[in-house]
C-alpha cells in the first residue's frame, strides 16, 4: 500500500541515502536503522510529505502522494521528535485538538480513556508545559490510542520513556498493526513489537 | 525555610485574622467617606473661578494621592518578601497592585473630566499627568508579569524584583518629567492654577483620603485571603475551610 | 448649606455631568472591585470544597 | 463543527485567552508606544494634533508588525505546524484560521483603543471617527501581510532582513491612506477616497496572503 | 584571556557576524521607522525638524527595544543558560558582557546611522553632532534596563509584548533627556546639561542593572 | 564530598519529593532512577543549585553549596536535557565555548580529539543547526573528554544515541569514577558503567 521508489535525500551538500524503496503492505511494520545522523528522521519527513525528495517518489495506493495529498494525509499519523503539543493547554486539550486536526472526530471520554491507557490520566487536566519530558512525550503519543489512520510514522517514540510505558506502547502498536494498520519506525531500543510482517530498512551514514 | 518571623505571616494563620479586620476597615472608610462627601458637598463653599466643577477635586486628589502612596507600600512589601523569603510579603504586594491601579485610572479619569470645562481639553501633555500616566503603566508592568507567570513563587519574586526597579525608576521618571515640560514651552494651563485651598476643602480632601485609604486596607486583606484560598488550594486547612464554610452556609468564615 | 434646592444640587451650577461622572465613577470601581472579590472568593472556595470532596 | 480551520482558529483563541495578558500587551503597547512621541516632541497640542494621525498609525502597524513576527515561531518550535501540514486541510484555509484569530486578539483592541489616544492628541471628533474606521478597515491587511514574513523568517536563517524588506514596502500603502483618511478628515475633506483604497487593499490581501503564507510555510519547514 | 566574560562576549560578536542579517534588521527596523513617519505626516521640512529629534529617539528606543526581547530568549531555549548560572564566575558580570555585545551589535550601528536619518529630517549641523552625541551616552542605559526586562520575561507566556510594557516606561527619562538634548540644540541653547543626565542614567544603570538581571535570570530558570 | 540532606522539591503545587538524602564519595555512581515525572531531572538541578530546595542542604566537602558557590561550581559539569548549544556556531566553536566558559582552556586539538572521541570528528565544522538530534548530544557529551571537574551530573545522558555511542560514552564515565570522580545520572537504559561504589536513589511519583 505504502510504497518508495529510488528515493534519494540531500541535506546540506551531503547526499545522505539514495536508491531508497520499499514496500509496506497492510500489517507491516517497518524498522528504519541506522546511526545517528544516517538519515532516519529525513526519511520519516519525506515519507510524510514533509520534504520533498531529491528524487524518487513515494507512493499511496499507486498514486503519487503528492499527487493526492489529501487522501494520504487523512490516512496518515506523524509523531516527529517534536511533540506538538501547546504548553499552556492542558494534555486533554492538546490531545483533542490534535485528533480533530488531523480528522478524528473524539469526545472527552475518548480522549480521557486513551491518556488513561498510557498511564497519564492523572496529568489530564494540568497544562502541559509543567509536565516533565516523558510525560509531554506520553502526552503526544496518546494520540495513537485514537487514530483511525492506516499508516502511523513514528520517530523515536521510545527515548526518554519509562519501561512500563515502554510495554503499553508497543502491545498498543502490535494491536495497530493486527488490525491490519501499517507502521515506520525508529529507534535505537529494542522492543519487541508484534506485526503481520516485519522488514528492516538500515542506512549507512 | 521555616523563618516563624511572626506567627500571623503563615497564611494559615493570617486567612482568619485578616477576616477579621475587613469589617473595621470598612467601616471606617465607610464614615470617613460620609464624613468627606458632607464636608465637600454640603459645606465647602462655591468656588468663585471654577463654580462647582472644582468639587471633582474631593475624589482627584485622593485618588492620586493613593495612587502614589499605594505604590510605594506595594514595593516595600515586595521587598520585604525578596529579602525574607516571607510568602505573605509578597501575597500583599500582589493584592495591592489592583487597587492601585484602579485609583491610579480613577485619577487619570476624574482628572480628565476636571481638565474638560476648565481647559477645554480632555487631556494635556502637563508634566503631572503624564507622570500619572507612566505610573500606571508601571501599575500594569507588575500585573501583567505577575499574571502570565504560573508559579507563584516564580511570579512573587519576578514581581518584586520589579517593583523595587520601579522605585528607582520613579524619581527619576517623576523630575525628569517635570524637567521635561518646564523646558519646553509648557501648557498655558497647568494645576497651579487651581485655587488656593481653603481649610474646608484641605479637611474634606483629607477625609475622603482616609477613606480611601481604610477601603485600600479593606479590599487589599480580602484580595489576600483570595490568594491564599487559590494557592494553597490543595492543603489541609483550605480544605477543611471550604467545607467547613458550606455547613455554615451564609456565616462568614 | 449652600444649596437653594435638591434641583440645584444635582444641576452643580452646570457642570452635573462632569461632577457626578466622577464621583459615579469611583462609587462604581469600589462596588464593582468588592463585588468582584467576593465572586472570586466564593469561588475559590468551591473549587477547594470540590477537591475537598473528591 | 469539525472543521480544521475553525478548530485552528479556536485553538489560537482559547491560548490567546489563557495567556490574556498578551492580548493586553499588544494593546498597551500601542498605548505606550503613542504616549512616548509627546514625550520626545513635546507638548504643544497644534504640533500634536498635527501628526496624530501619522503617529497613530505607525503605532498600530508597530504594533501589529512586532506581534506578527512570532505568529508561527511557537507552532514551529513545538511541532504543531508539522501537524498542521499533514492535515488534510488545505493550508491555506488553516493559515487564514490563524491569521483571524490573530486579528481578533490584537488587531481589534488596538481599533476600538485608538480614539482613546486620538483624544490625547487633541484630535476633533470626526477625525476620531475616521481614525477608527481607517483601522477597521486597514488592520486586516497588515495582519495578512505581515503573516507572509512571519512564515518566511521561520527558522530560517538570515531571513530577517528580507521580511523586513518585503513587509514593510507592502505596509506603506496601507500607511499612506489609512494616515491620509484621518488627515483629509482633520482638513474638512472627504475621507472616502482613501478608505476605499484601504479596503481595497485589504481585500487583495484577503485573496492572495493566505496562499503565499501556506507557500513559505512549506518552505521554512524542509 | 580566558575570564569567562571575554568568552560570552566574544560567544555573542560571533554568533552575530554569522547572523548578519540580524544586526541589519535592528538598523533596519530603526531605518524604516524614522521614514514611515514623513510618509504618515507630509513632507514639510518645518514641521519635520521639529519633530525630529522626538522621532528619532523614539524609533532608536524602540529598535533597541525589539532586539532586546531575545537577548536571553535563545540562551534560555537551548540550554546555555543555565550553563552560564552554573559557570564558576559572577553571573553578574557575564550579563554585562552580554549586554555589552548587543550593545555593539545593536546600539553602535542605530548611533552611527543617526546623523545620516536626521539629514533626512532636515536637522542643522550642530544638532546632528549632539544627536550623536546623546545616543551614544544614552543607548547603553537602554540596553541596560532593558536587559532586566528580557530576563524577566524568560519563558513567560507572551514575553515579546510583555517587556515592552515593563520596560518602555523606565526608558522614558533617557527618552526625554536624549529628545532634550537635541531639541536644546536645535534652539540654538546649550545641550551640556541633558547630556550629563543621560551620562548619569547610563552610569546607574551601568552599576545597578547586571546585579538585577542577574537576580531575575536566577528567578526564571528555576 | 557530595552529601545531600533532608531535601524536597516543590514544583507547582506539587511536592515532588521530600527527606531524600545521600553521599556520594570519591570514584562513586549514582543512579537517579524513577517514573517519567518522578522528579528526577528536579533533583539534578537541585543539586547543581539550579533550583532552590524547599527543604534541606545540599552539601560539597561539609559546605553548603549556596555558601561557596564559585568552588562547587568549578567542581560540577551539568549536561540536562537541553544541550546547551548554539545552532550557528560549529560543533568545534561550541565544544571549545562551553569547556572555556565551565573554566577549562582548551585548545583546537584537544577539542578535536574529544569530538573523534565520540564519533563526530567529521561534524566538527558543520553548524551544530543541521545535526541530527543525536549528534547534537554528541556534541553537548564530547564535554566530558574535556572536563576536570570532579563532579559530573548528567540527565539521561543516553537518550537519542546509537549503541555504538552508549558503550563509547559508559567507558568514558567509567574512566572518569576510576580516576576518583563522581557522576550523578538517570536514564531509562540498561548500561553498565564501572565504579568503585554504586549506589541508586529511586524516586517514587
Ligand atoms: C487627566 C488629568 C489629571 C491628572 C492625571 C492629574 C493628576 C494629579 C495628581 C497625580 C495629583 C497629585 C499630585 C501631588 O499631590 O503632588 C493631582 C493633584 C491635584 N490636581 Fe490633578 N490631575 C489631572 C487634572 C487636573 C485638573 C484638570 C485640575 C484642576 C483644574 C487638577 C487639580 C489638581 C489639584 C488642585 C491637585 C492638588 C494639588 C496638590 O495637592 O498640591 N488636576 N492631580
Ligand atoms: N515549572 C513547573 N511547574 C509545575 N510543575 C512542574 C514544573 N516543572 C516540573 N513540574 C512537574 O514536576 C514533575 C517532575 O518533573 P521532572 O522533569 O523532574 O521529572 P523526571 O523525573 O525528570 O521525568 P522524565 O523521566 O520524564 O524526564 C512533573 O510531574 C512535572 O509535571
Ligand atoms: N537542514 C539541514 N541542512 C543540512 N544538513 C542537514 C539538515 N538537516 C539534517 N541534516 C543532516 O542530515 C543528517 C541526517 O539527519 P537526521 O536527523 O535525518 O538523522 P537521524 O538518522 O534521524 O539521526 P538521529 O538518530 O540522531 O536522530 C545529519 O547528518 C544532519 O547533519
Ligand atoms: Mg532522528
Ligand atoms: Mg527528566
Known amino acids: 500500500m505504502l510504497m518508495a521508489q529510488g528515493l534519494a535525500c540531500l541535506r546540506g551538500d551531503r547526499l545522505l541515502f539514495k536508491n531508497v524503496g520499499f514496500e509496506l503492505s497492510a500489517g507491516g511494520l517497518m524498522y528504519v536503522l541506522g546511526e545517528n545522523g544516517s538519515g532516519k528522521s529525513s526519511l520519516l519527513r519525506l515519507l510524510c510529505g514533509l520534504l520533498t525528495p531529491e528524487e524518487g517518489t513515494v507512493f499511496w495506493h499507486g498514486q503519487a502522494i503528492k499527487q493526492n495529498a489529501e487522501i494520504y494525509q487523512s490516512n496518515l499519523t506523524y509523531i516527529g521528535h517534536l511533540n506538538g503539543l501547546k504548553d499552556d493547554l492542558t494534555a486533554l486539550e492538546n490531545l483533542q485538538i490534535s485528533a480533530r486536526l488531523a480528522g478524528n472526530e473524539v469526545n472527552q471520554e475518548e480522549a480521557l480513556n486513551s491518556l488513561a491507557a498510557i498511564g497519564i490520566a492523572r496529568c489530564a487536566n494540568l497544562p502541559v508545559g509543567v509536565l516533565s519530558q516523558g510525560q509531554k512525550r506520553r502526552v503526544a503519543l496518546a494520540r495513537l490510542w485514537l487514530s483511525r489512520s492506516k499508516l502511523w510514522v513514528l520517530d523515536e517514540p521510545f527515548a526518554a520513556l519509562d519501561t512500563a510505558s515502554v510495554e503499553v506502547l508497543a502491545a498498543r502498536l502490535s494491536e495497530h498493526m493486527s488490525n491490519g494498520g501499517m507502521t515506520i519506525i525508529t529507534t535505537h531500543q529494542d522492543v519487541v513489537i508484534n506485526a503481520q510482517s516485519t522488514q528492516t530498512l538500515r542506512l549507512s551514514a | ?253 | ?54 | 463543527m469539525n472543521e480544521a480551520w475553525i478548530i485552528v482558529l479556536k485553538r489560537d483563541l482559547l491560548l490567546a485567552f489563557r495567556r490574556r495578558s498578551d492580548v493586553a500587551t499588544t494593546l498597551f503597547f500601542f498605548l505606550i508606544v503613542s504616549s512616548l512621541f509627546p514625550l520626545g516632541i513635546g507638548p504643544e497640542a497644534a504640533v500634536l494634533s498635527s501628526i496624530a494621525p501619522g503617529v497613530l498609525w505607525v503605532a498600530a502597524l508597530l504594533a501589529g508588525m512586532i506581534s506578527l513576527t512570532r505568529l508561527f515561531a511557537a507552532d514551529f518550535s513545538d511541532g504543531s505546524l508539522e501537524q498542521m501540514l499533514i492535515a488534510p486541510q488545505p493550508l491555506a484555509l488553516l493559515v487564514l484560521a490563524k491569521v483571524l484569530a490573530h486579528w481578533i486578539v490584537c488587531g481589534l483592541p488596538v481599533v476600538l483603543l485608538a480614539p482613546l489616544i486620538g483624544l490625547q492628541y487633541a484630535l476633533p471628533n470626526d477625525a476620531l471617527l475616521v481614525l477608527v474606521l481607517s483601522l477597521l478597515l486597514g488592520t486586516p491587511a497588515l495582519s495578512l501581510i505581515g503573516a507572509i514574513g512571519a512564515a518566511l523568517t521561520l527558522g530560517v536563517r538570515g531571513s530577517g532582513l528580507l521580511v523586513a524588506l518585503l513587509v514593510l514596502p507592502l505596509y506603506i500603502p496601507v500607511l499612506i491612506f489609512g494616515a491620509g483618511a484621518v488627515a483629509a478628515s482633520q482638513h474638512g475633506m472627504s475621507a472616502q477616497a482613501h478608505l476605499s483604497l484601504l479596503a481595497a487593499c485589504s481585500l487583495l490581501s484577503l485573496v492572495l496572503a493566505p496562499l503565499a503564507t501556506a507557500a513559505a510555510l512549506r518552505i521554512s519547514v524542509e
Not at chain 3, 457626578?20 to 472591585?33: I, M, P, R, T
Not at chain 3, 463585588?35 to 470532596?53: E, G, M, V
Request: one cysteine or more; hydrophobic letters at 60%.
Open chain 2, 1 to 253: 525555610m521555616k523563618i516563624n518571623w511572626f506567627k500571623y505571616s503563615s497564611p494559615q494563620t493570617f486567612y482568619p485574622l485578616a477576616g477579621k479586620m475587613i469589617p473595621w476597615f470598612a467601616w471606617l472608610a465607610a464614615i470617613f467617606a460620609v464624613a468627606g462627601l458632607y464636608i465637600s458637598f454640603a459645606i465647602a463653599p462655591t468656588d468663585f473661578q471654577q463654580g462647582e466643577a472644582y468639587r471633582i477635586i474631593f475624589v482627584h486628589v485622593p485618588a492620586a494621592w493613593m495612587s502614589m502612596v499605594i505604590y510605594i507600600v506595594m514595593a516595600a512589601w515586595a521587598a520585604l518578601g525578596l529579602a525574607l523569603n516571607a510568602r505573605l510579603s509578597a501575597m500583599m504586594a500582589q493584592a495591592l497592585a489592583p487597587t492601585g491601579a484602579i485609583f491610579t485610572l480613577l485619577a487619570l479619569v476624574t482628572g480628565s473630566l476636571w481638565g474638560k470645562p476648565m481647559w477645554g481639553a480632555w487631556w494635556v501633555w502637563d508634566a503631572r499627568l503624564t507622570s500619572e500616566l507612566i505610573l500606571l503603566f508601571l501599575y500594569l508592568g507588575f500585573i501583567a508579569l505577575q499574571s502570565s507567570i504560573d508559579d507563584p513563587r516564580r511570579a512573587d519574586k519576578a514581581g518584586a524584583l520589579l517593583a523595587l526597579v520601579g522605585v528607582v525608576n520613579v524619581p527619576i521618571i517623576y523630575f525628569s518629567v517635570k524637567w521635561w515640560n518646564t523646558l519646553h514651552q509648557g501648557s498655558s494651563i497647568n494645576m497651579g492654577a487651581a485655587p488656593k485651598m481653603a481649610a474646608t476643602m484641605l479637611l474634606g480632601m483629607l477625609l475622603m483620603a482616609l477613606a480611601f485609604w481604610m477601603y485600600t486596607v479593606a479590599v487589599a486583606l480580602m484580595r489576600v485571603r483570595c490568594i491564599m484560598l487559590e494557592r494553597e488550594r490543595s492543603t489541609d486547612w483550605v480544605k477543611e475551610l471550604s467545607l467547613s464554610v458550606q455547613s455554615t452556609a451564609g456565616v462568614k468564615s
Open chain 3, 1 to 54: 448649606m449652600q444649596w437653594a434646592s435638591w434641583s440645584a444640587f444635582f444641576n452643580m451650577g452646570g457642570y452635573a455631568f462632569y461632577v457626578w461622572v466622577s464621583f459615579g465613577l469611583c462609587l462604581l470601581c469600589v462596588v464593582w472591585e468588592v463585588l468582584a472579590l467576593r465572586k472570586r472568593s466564593a469561588q475559590a472556595l468551591r473549587l477547594s470544597r470540590l477537591l475537598a470532596q473528591e
